[in-house]
Nanobody, 113 residues
Framework: VQLQASGGGLVQPGGSLRLSCAAS????????MGWYRQAPGNRRELVAQ???????NYADFVKGRFTISRDNAKNTMALQMNDLKPEDTAVYYCNRIPSSPFWGQGTQVTVSS
């Protein structure tokens, strides 16, 4: 089983990053998929979700700034993050919804000047 998030890094406030997720078909196919994040000392939270048909939903704190997408043929998903803020600093994970036990290592996003 694979859930591999990548694309994180250090970016200044107002900058952009694009995260990618490669998932095993057993996790991905036909399921809602989501991007989650966890900041130090905080609980893991759902950031954005997308249905197998492309319907999307976003947490209020990222609406208008983040865009989730998926490629069903490749079992991949992406999160385009624009206008990043320091409070977006966290480890970002991809997983299905409801989540599977296989979280992977996530990818660190740090927003700092």
């Amino acid at each position: 089983v694979q859930l591999q998030a990548s694309g994180g890094g250090l970016v200044q406030p107002g900058g952009s990053l694009r995260l990618s997720c490669a998932a095993s078909g057993i996790i991905f196919r036909g399921n809602y998929m989501g991007w989650y994040r966890q900041a130090p000392g905080n609980r893991r939270e759902l950031v954005a979700q997308i249905s197998s048909g492309g319907l999307t939903n976003y947490a209020d704190f990222v609406k208008g700034r983040f865009t989730i997408s998926r490629d069903n043929a490749k079992n991949t998903m992406a999160l385009q993050m624009n206008d990043l803020k320091p409070e977006d600093t966290a480890v970002y994970y991809c997983n299905r919804i409801p989540s599977s036990p296989f979280w992977g290592q996530g990818t660190q996003v740090t927003v700092s000047s």
